[in-house]
């Protein structure tokens, strides 16, 4: 971004000099290589919630994905409940799993699974009879094709890391582990399966509830959550207006854009970017959008740990 941009939005943008997260740093909870991740934030996320002057009731996140910041949230209990929602039946498949009685079958199904070319196809290629079968193929597809991609048209690993081709991104000892440390936290979690706009429509009126949103990249301009999402269409002018309608706070995180920039802008919300490097390791920038009230949280808690 150049000087002339940042001074076009300087009325609501608060900027600060930021290393780029090591990800390698952050404790790895969930079970997916998930496009668009949010390991890089958590520490972002940790700031807003625990500047708080009291723990929220609830986190809610819309559009739960890979769940990381659900599942840091939980883990490290900065909000006494998560609620996590995800339209996308394959995803919605492996948190049932995981949060219920059958989460010890799908770790001793990926510890005892062989993987080889063969066996992924013959096993992808099957008609899943229970939502956990359905849970392993997720995440058999998921740790084996490019980039983690779920949506339609992704293709198996082919070279992968270091030339292990389908191999390069599948550990079995360390998805069992976190899928049954995920289990201990169930009675903290609460997973829907449904569409993320419309709770968060329901819940406007919740004062005491934090929501963390994180849509898919489809605003004007950026076309990568069509690529990488099954269920990517979304209205982002009614997000932003629900948004504003939402009695509890809430931290927007979008890819940085004018069109992005300029909606945020119009609904009198901040905005602050964020480097972070990509999964082809291009530094960039991300947004984070917040409410006035939110962001003073935030920066007094920024402030405080840079002291």
Same mark, same amino acid.
């Given at each position: 971004?150049?000087?002339k941009q940042?001074?076009?939005?300087? !009325?609501?943008?608060l &900027?600060?000099?930021r ?17 668009? $991740? ?6 972002? *996320? ?5 500047g708080?002057?009291?723990r %929220? ?21 900065l909000?006494d409940?998560?609620?996590m #929602?995800?339209? =996308? ?8 799993t995981?949060?219920?009685d059958?989460?010890e ?16 196809? !013959? ?10 079968? @359905?849970?392993?193929?997720? #995440? /058999?597809?998921?740790?084996t094709?490019?980039? $983690?991609?779920?949506a %339609? ?5 082919? &070279?992968?890391e ?13 998805? !069992?582990?976190? *899928? ?13 399966? $449904? ?5 968060l ?11 963390f949103?994180d %849509? ?8 990568? $959550?069509?690529r ?5 269409e #979304?209205? @982002? =002018?009614?997000?932003f ?7 509890? =706070? ?7 854009s ?9 609904h009198?919300?901040?905005v ?7 999964? &082809?390791?291009?530094?960039? /920038? ?6 006035d009230?939110?962001?003073?949280e ?7 740990? !840079?002291?």
């Amino acid at each position: 971004m150049n000087r002339k941009q940042i001074s076009k939005f300087e !009325a609501t943008q608060l &900027h600060h000099n930021r290393c780029i997260v090591n990800v390698a740093s952050i404790p790895q909870l969930s079970p997916f290589r998930y496009p668009g $991740g949010k390991t890089w934030l958590v520490p972002e *996320i940790r700031k807003w919630l625990s500047g708080k002057k009291t723990r %929220p009731s609830e986190l809610i996140e819309p559009f739960a994905g890979g769940g990381i910041i659900s599942l840091t949230v939980a883990n490290e209990r900065l909000a006494d409940h998560v609620t996590m #929602i995800e339209l =996308d039946p394959d995803v919605a498949a492996v948190w049932h799993t995981i949060f219920s009685d059958n989460s010890e079958w799908l770790a001793e199904t990926i510890l005892g699974f062989k993987l080889t070319v063969e066996n992924v196809q !013959a096993t992808l290629a099957l008609k899943t009879k229970s939502v956990q079968e @359905h849970a392993f193929q997720t #995440i /058999l597809r998921n740790r084996t094709n490019h980039g $983690g991609i779920l949506a %339609p048209g992704s293709g198996v690993l082919k &070279h992968g890391e270091n030339g292990k081709g389908i191999s390069s991104r599948w550990y079995p000892n360390t998805l !069992a582990k976190r *899928i049954r440390e995920l289990f201990s936290l169930r009675d903290r979690i609460t997973f829907i399966e $449904g569409d993320g706009v419309i709770y968060l429509e329901k819940t406007l009126c919740c004062r005491d509830v934090a929501y963390f949103i994180d %849509p898919p990249y489809t605003a004007p301009g950026k076309r990568a $959550g069509r690529r990488l999402y099954r269920y990517s269409e #979304i209205d @982002h =002018d009614n997000l932003f207006s629900l948004c504003r309608r939402a009695t509890g =706070d809430f931290m927007m995180t979008y890819d940085d854009s004018e069109s992005v920039r300029h909606m945020a802008t119009q609904h009198g919300f901040l905005v602050d970017s964020v480097p972070m490097k990509n999964t &082809h390791h291009k530094e960039m /920038l991300e947004l984070l959008i917040f409410r006035d009230f939110s962001r003073q949280e935030y920066l007094a808690k920024s402030e405080h740990q !840079a002291a």
